[in-house]
């Protein structure tokens, strides 16, 4: 257990819908980074949060959006869903140390219809 | 930009076999690279990480891995497999100590025959 939450395990929705991914990050942990997996893309990162205010972003979409709150938990939004935005999504954190090292939560698993 | 190249998308040792699975960096200034496993349904565990402290990293579940700037690379290994280590890892490099997000590799799925 990496002390990383997420929420839900799997969601099923169907295109055109719009969902929100939650994420706690480990206890003492002020970074959020968001990854996404799929078979033809592998693992992208998608967009960073530290301590609150965006640091850095990836391959994300315009549809998507995040945002971390004062209690450091993180919210990824997906919205307009397309079929190919079925994938696994991973929230990791860090503490902004020397040690770099990132860990993962268990990924939600979004599959759009 | 940084990145990582693993070679050989799926690996199949015996139990008791070496474990070797390669990963290569491209890189003109030392990286950070680390390795990650992933089992089936799971996130991602971190086996080990090079952080410019030592060339040899020792890990988690007997794994090692050897930084060889000469060979640009990173290789993973165990000396003997066991079953509960089939599973998928990853090589993975931060790209940019600035904003520190990884950039992984492919991935090889490693599968131990009895």
């Known amino acids: 257990d990496s002390g990383v939450t997420q929420t839900p395990k799997h969601l099923i929705t169907a295109t055109g819908q719009r969902v929100t991914l939650r994420c706690s990050p480990r206890?003492?942990?002020?970074?959020v980074y968001w990854y996404q997996q799929s078979l033809d893309q592998g693992l992208q990162f998608l967009i960073q949060y530290y301590n609150g205010e965006e640091r850095a972003k990836g391959n994300i979409l315009e549809r998507f959006s995040a945002q971390q709150f004062p209690d450091l938990h993180s919210e990824l939004n997906l919205s307009s869903l397309e079929l190919g935005d079925s994938a696994l999504y991973f929230c990791?954190?860090?503490?902004?140390?020397?040690?770099?090292?990132?860990?993962f939560g268990p990924g939600t698993r979004l599959t759009v219809t | 930009a940084q990145s990582v190249t693993q070679l050989g998308s799926h690996v199949s040792v015996s139990e008791g076999a070496l474990v070797l699975l390669r990963c290569n960096y491209s890189?003109?200034?030392?990286?950070?690279l680390f390795w990650y496993v992933q089992y089936p349904n799971q996130g991602l565990q971190l086996l080990l990480k090079y952080t410019s402290a030592a060339t040899l990293v020792k890990g988690i579940n007997g794994f090692e891995a050897e930084f060889k700037k000469s060979e640009t690379s990173f290789h993973l290994t165990k000396p003997s497999a066991h079953m509960s280590d089939a599973a998928e890892y990853f090589c993975a490099v931060i790209a940019d100590t600035g904003r520190r997000a990884l950039t992984f590799g492919s991935g090889t799925r490693l599968q131990v025959q009895p």
């Open positions: 990791a954190s860090s503490r902004q140390s020397s040690s770099y090292e990132q860990y």
């Open positions: 890189s003109s200034v030392p990286p950070y």
């Open positions: 206890s003492g942990d002020l970074s």
